[in-house]
RNA sequence: GCGAAAGUGGCGGAACUGGUAGACGCGCAGGACUUAGGAUCCUGUGGGGCAACCCGUCCGGGUUCGAGUCCCGGCUUUCGCACCA
């Protein structure tokens, strides 16, 4: 990168001097406020959120500018068109990430963070962003945690967080447990340390009781389909029916010990079911085996133990084992006796943690079965002619096939099948339809410092706590020694002074929670805190609440998909439940930004490919930086930062300057020009609320290329609207653009520029004529010309005419675009 | 394996509900102005052909007057989820 010869602001001939011009303008817009929204006045307004930054000591990066800008656009954008908008910016400061740089540097967190927020302030005011810094929040202020531990209550209150000793996510490498949603691949999200299994007390937040109406409402609410899909499948619905087999009926066993329940989509395959397999940690794992299964079953399940749950649920060592019980049940479809065996591919958290094997008809059954020799019979057939044709694999379709060896169901679809066979074991008593969702419940507690206490006492007589409202927050104590182990107990449990504490109960002496809560706590509802950040006494006050939220625009990445959108929704909706909010769903809209890499490589800290904005911002300015960061590619999509490619913006932006500035003021503006002003008010006003920025800057600079032809110079009113289309881009150049054309006030104030179709419509269109569907010329015509008269046009073009070796057998005109002439 | 999205010049990318493929920008080539240019301005730029023209949107079929766009089959890439019963 080279430095190019810096102008003063005197020699503006072919251009500016970002630097000058934008510490001007921030400085303005600082001291009058121009940024600052009026919550309680302002009418129509308009809450555009962007997804608040985690304050790392790098400092912001591409992502985060790329995403902000992007939000901040769109918020201009509504502000000029009459919108009170209202851009908040917050830090999202406590959690691992945080705690862990500070291990690795050896500097408090208390110290770190405030640092880096500081310098997160110096960047986010670089980049000309429309932030109201009124209302910055983070969440590690005890102002704001306050309220993250009340929000902890209120869901203990209504019996929606509880404390259950669980298999749970250990990290070995963070010392901390994981929410299922943070564990990828078996593997810590955080640093990809496999993650192990470990028994312990942990705080969980009933998210599955709200699995149905997360689920259902993504039907409505205006979000990507992406996040929306990736939704969905996380939480995982599927129908199916709960199935008793009964077991050692020979041995007169009634009781519901000779009962297993096991969890199935295909009650239609029960024909088939020639065995049944228990997860290895069944409880009825015990009482089945039989004694001389009972060695070999033992060291099954004490191997499956010990596993890690990467091996365990690892795609490459799906080799199937499994050990048989010794039991048999009953499949009550048959009445036969099959076998009860035990395998480490049934999962105890899914389910029932109990299967019905169905070899013929399921991939890992079938797999099975062959490895030990179960029998596999088929129940369904592409068609009834195929009956008696082997199964060379398992046939797992369950939408085309029909039933067979199915006694009285042969011939029924699998779907109808399914239907028919739950209802026929419904009446005899040993079935029920059930629907089962992947969604676990949200592990929200953490064995570790930096993060909300969770506001709990535990008092020998008394037993569990909720510590009072009055006495919130629970403040984090500053302690030097913060350090997690690997006892699976919270650093502040070695901090007596802190954890003893009265009992509010008796007053005796208790003892703190020693837990904190998970950082997703944090940000499921910071977007509720923005309008109120300046009360104390409440979370968010109901009328600014209601005069704020919904969140009318969201944007974000995609890879909070499944953690914080669902957290954020399933807060909402238990807020919505317990009368403290009237809307149920957070976000309005939300769209996923793209994804920027560089010269086609993604941006690595390793590759030492990384774009330091600072750096660039310094060479070229904020607005050519923002705007080019919104021409690389469609904003949904992201693009590919090249270095070379931001000359081109800033050439843009220079040739707007001086186009500007050596503006006319004597004459009448140019009929044809206005014309395509026109054209690009309607292009850009119709693309920004779409978010397809890159063909917005592409339209703009296409009527600078039309101002800039040949050798007139531009009238005022072929220029003024356009500062106005730039602005939300490049705010600190049409803000100087906006004075030097002799205006007072903020260009954000100006409105809109009015579009005017009459003006925009063209006198001579150009259609395309094609002979035989293929391109051989256009003419030129009025708008309005009927089909006949685009003929006769074509027609006396001789270089169409040609073509035409004889009498049209058909003619296709559509008006405007195209004339098809058939011969 | 399942699910979603996407494959267009040397490159990033345009093309609304099927209607002039390659807007806009980068790069490149030539020119102007210059002591100089990695500044600025002008011109050209999908491939082939002297030309008329021909060929071109991952590959192969199809529907249509007309397909980058729709349908069928395949290949590749990216991203989710992944022994979920």
Not at 147 to 166: E, M, N, P, S, V
Not at 173 to 180: P, R, S
Not at 341 to 350: R, T
Not at 514 to 537: I, K, M, Q
Request: net charge negative; proline share 6%; aromatic share 10%.
């Amino acid at each position: 990168m080279t430095l190019t010869t810096s102008r003063s602001v005197a020699d503006e001939s072919a251009g500016y001097d970002p630097a000058a011009v934008e510490e001007k303008w921030q400085a303005r817009w600082e001291a009058q406020r121009t940024n600052r929204a009026d919550l309680d006045g302002g009418p129509r307004p308009h809450f555009v959120l962007m997804m608040f930054p985690y304050p790392s000591a790098e400092g912001l990066h591409i992502g985060n500018l790329f995403a902000f800008t992007g939000n901040d656009i769109y918020g201009r954008f509504q502000r000029l068109r009459g919108h009170t908008v209202f851009e908040p910016i917050g830090f999202d400061a406590f959690g691992i990430h945080s705690e862990n740089y500070a291990l690795k540097v050896n500097v408090h967190p208390l110290e770190l963070i405030p640092r880096n927020i500081e310098n997160f302030r110096r960047q986010l005011r670089r980049a000309g962003l429309m932030l109201d810094w009124d209302h910055e929040l983070s969440t590690t202020d005890p102002r704001y945690y306050k309220w993250t531990q009340w929000i902890f209550l209120q869901l203990l209150d209504r019996g929606l967080a509880y404390k259950q000793r669980a298999a749970v996510n250990w990290c070995p490498f963070d010392k901390t447990v994981l929410a299922n949603e943070q564990v990828i691949n078996g593997a810590c999200e955080r640093c990809g340390t496999a993650v192990e299994q470990r028994f312990l007390e942990q705080w969980f937040f009933r998210i599955t009781d709200y699995a149905p109406r997360l689920l259902e409402n993504l039907d409505w609410i205006d979000w990507s389909d992406s996040t929306k899909t990736a939704q969905r499948n996380w939480i995982g619905k599927s129908e199916g029916a709960e199935i008793i087999f009964r077991v050692n009926e020979d041995r007169g066993s009634r009781t519901e010990e000779g009962a297993i329940r096991v969890f199935t989509t295909r009650a239609d395959t029960i024909f088939g079911a020639t065995y049944l397999v228990l997860a290895p940690e069944h409880p009825l794992v015990r009482p089945l085996t039989t004694e001389a299964r009972r060695a070999e079953v033992d060291a099954y399940v004490e191997r499956t133990a010990r596993q890690d749950l990467t091996t365990r649920k690892s795609v490459q060592a799906r080799q199937k084992t499994g050990v048989f019980t010794g039991s048999f049940a009953k499949n009550p479809a048959t009445g036969e006796a099959i076998p009860i065996w035990i395998a480490d591919y049934v999962l105890m958290e899914y389910g029932t943690g109990a299967i019905m094997a169905v070899p013929g008809h399921d991939e890992r059954d079938f797999e099975f079965a062959t490895t030990y020799g179960l029998p596999i019979l088929r129940v369904v057939a592409e068609d009834i002619s195929r009956a008696e044709v082997p199964l060379e694999a398992a046939y797992a379709d369950d939408e085309g096939g029909v039933l067979v060896h199915s006694a009285q169901f042969d011939g029924l679809t699998v779907p109808e099948a399914k239907r028919r066979i739950i209802a026929w074991l419904e009446a005899a008593g040993s079935a029920k339809p059930v629907v089962h969702y992947r969604l676990h419940d949200w592990c929200i507690s953490r064995q570790r410092y930096w993060g909300p206490p969770i506001p709990i006492i535990y008092c020998d007589e008394c037993g569990m706590q909720a510590v009072p409202e009055k006495d919130l927050p629970v403040i984090l104590p500053n302690v030097r020694d913060f350090r997690p182990d690997d006892t699976g107990i919270s650093p502040l449990a070695r901090h007596e002074e802190w954890y003893r504490v009265p009992c509010p109960e008796c007053g005796k002496m208790g003892r703190r929670e020693t837990d904190v809560s998970d950082t997703f706590l944090d940000s499921a509802w910071y977007f509720l805190r923005y309008p109120s950040t300046e009360f104390d006494d409440r979370p968010f006050d109901p009328e600014r609440t209601r005069k704020w939220l919904p969140v009318a625009s969201y944007i974000g990445g995609n890879e909070h998909a499944v953690l914080h959108l669902l957290y954020s929704r399933f807060i909402t909706m238990v807020l919505h439940d317990l009368g403290h909010i009237d809307f149920e769903e957070p976000f309005k809209r939300f769209r996923a930004h793209g994804m920027i890499v560089r010269e086609g490589a993604k941006m690595s800290k390793s590759r030492g490919n990384v774009v330091v904005p600072d750096e660039y911002i310094r060479e070229w300015g904020a607005d050519a930086f923002r705007t080019y960061l919104m021409f690389l590619g469609p904003f949904e999509e992201g693009g590919d930062f090249r270095d070379q490619g931001i000359s081109g913006v800033k050439r843009f932006l220079d040739r707007l300057w001086v186009t500007v500035l050596e503006r006319r003021e004597d004459g009448e503006p140019d009929a044809n020009v206005m014309r395509k002003l026109h054209q690009t008010i309607r292009k850009v006003g119709d693309d920004i609320p779409r978010l397809s920025y890159n063909t917005a800057i592409a339209a703009m600079m296409a009527y600078v290329n039309v101002l800039r032809a040949g050798e007139r110079r531009a009238h005022r009113a072929e220029v003024e609207p356009l500062v106005q289309l730039v602005s939300p881009f490049a705010p600190h150049i049409a803000e100087e653009l906006w004075e030097r054309s002799g205006r007072t006030g903020s260009v954000f104030d100006a409105g809109w520029p009015a579009f005017d179709a009459s003006l925009a419509a063209e006198e001579l269109i150009t259609v395309a004529v094609q002979v035989n569907g293929k391109t051989r010329g256009t003419i030129q015509v009025t708008p309005n010309i009927s089909q006949d008269g685009a003929l006769a046009a074509a027609m006396a073009d001789p270089g169409i005419a040609k073509f035409v070796t004889g009498p049209p057998k058909r003619v296709i005109y559509v008006p405007g675009r195209l004339l098809n002439i058939v011969v």
